[in-house]
């Protein structure tokens, strides 16, 4: 007897449907996958025997093969666990093949019968719908995180019985969800508000033009000055997410298994990832022999905040070089080359020496010359030279501190952003450019020309500082954000003096 089902699997991030094809043949009893099954899919064998034995099915005493098409394509994960027991209970007779035709089954089975959830089931459903798809039978862990694919009949069996019931209209478990989960659901997560924040003038401006533009932006200071602080609130003003940033960043996180709970779970809270300086290259960048998502593929569309960032390894900072440049990043496994999205805005902070006090007028820095020259050797040349703005944070003011006066709130600051970013669609429409920061040169010279004044700044401060053609970019950049801030169609020398000034920290 022949039989198939329809399941699905996550390659990099994207989903796979996968045809689960099932014979049961004469001869000595066996049990085969075959189809590049890894390990999980493999060990599949007995969760499927014994979860059917459980559900009170007899299991086939046959030669069973299954494949799983397409066969050039590895497959891992448990999710295949629910479309191969439904292709065996096809195949032998307790399930019409027409009741399983043009239907999706993702799940893993408990020895028991129940269904368990899995990672990835998001981009697995978005694929289904692409195919044509029109019915998924999911894990009740998974039914709101598949709704989030509109336009498709979700139906969530906690256990097999469920499922064949549901399959044979004996038993309907539709879990129905609102139609509109990005307006009406989410994860909004409360974000600290600046208003809480004294004093530190320079480096509140810095982080409007930063979210302003989607600029990199480095923050060198004394300790206790402010700077986790401030680099913590960036997300109070960063731009509400468009409904296709939402799906992506939740595409990412539903293959790193960081969505959980059966309610539609839309992310439109940007991400936010502070990773711990003791952080590995393969965690910091993604990978493994099964690549899953680094923190920089997590902060998509999002920040990535590396507090004391020369503690951080040499090398783990170096890899950041490529998605910072090209803003996704490439991984060539055995298996294939993934790329995973890294459309990410940096902060970074650190002290200005080991000890952490050079420059501070009030106290007396401690470490020797040597010191403070190995400990800025940490961070290379060409990755300064890709962050946009590099702003010194002081130590606060008594006065500062105790100052009575109301501090700008969040929200007043993100209105100015919002529309700077207004501004930026407009000008790139049609472009694949979505700010200032992913201009290419090309645009660059469109888009940031100069009135003499400002050429003849840039020019001076171009030969006075050392800048590198890439500099050059950057300052023009952060120039045009600034313009756009303040409304002007026009990069005014005054604008190029404040992007030249936002990138000395010294």
Known sequence: MYAKATGAACNGL????????????????????????????????????????????????????????????????????????????????????????????????????????????????????????????????????GALAEGLRIFAPATLRELTACLLGKHRILRPFASS????????????????????????RGLEIAAAGGHNILLTGVPGSGKTMLAQRLPSILPPMTRDEALEVTKIYSIAGLLHGATPCLHRTRPFRSPHHTVTVRTLIGGGAIPVPGEVTLSHNGVLFLDELP??????????????????????????????????????????????????????????PGDVERYRRKLSGPLLDRIDMQIFVGRMAYGDIHSGGDEEPSAAIRKRVCAARARQQARFAGTGTRCNAEMDHRQVEHWCRLQPDGDALL???????????RSYDRVLKVARTIADLAGSGIVQADHVAEALQLRNDR
């Open 181 to 204: 989960l990005f307006e009406s659901g989410g994860n909004d997560v409360p974000c600290p508000d600046f208003a809480d924040v004294h004093g530190q003038a320079l480096a509140k």
């Open 14 to 145: 994207n989903g796979v449907c996968i045809t689960v094809e099932v014979d049961l043949a004469r001869g000595l009893p066996g049990f085969e996958i075959v189809g590049l099954a890894d390990t999980a899919v493999k060990e599949a064998r007995e969760r499927v025997r014994t979860a059917l034995r459980n559900s009170g099915y007899r299991f086939p005493l046959n030669r069973i093969t299954v494949n799983l098409a397409p066969a050039n394509l590895r497959k891992d994960g448990s999710a295949l666990d629910l479309p191969i027991a439904v292709g065996i209970l096809a195949a032998s007779g307790y399930l019409p093949q027409d009741k399983v035709d043009g239907k999706l089954f993702i799940g893993e089975l408990s020895l028991e019968g129940g269904i368990r959830g899995v990672n990835g089931v998001l981009p697995m459903v978005l694929e289904a719908r692409r195919c044509g798809v029109k019915e998924l039978y999911l894990p009740p862990q998974n039914a709101g995180e």
């Open 311 to 368: 503690e951080f390894s040499r090398t783990a900072l170096e890899v950041l070089r490529q998605p910072l440049e090209d803003r996704h990043v490439c991984l060539n496994r055995l298996r294939g080359s993934f790329v995973f999205p890294a459309s990410f805005l940096l902060v970074c902070a650190r002290n200005p020496c080991p000890c952490g006090y050079l420059g501070d007028p009030d106290r007396a820095c401690t470490c020797r």
């Open 459 to 469: 020019h001076h401060a171009y030969d006075m500082l050392g800048l590198s053609a």
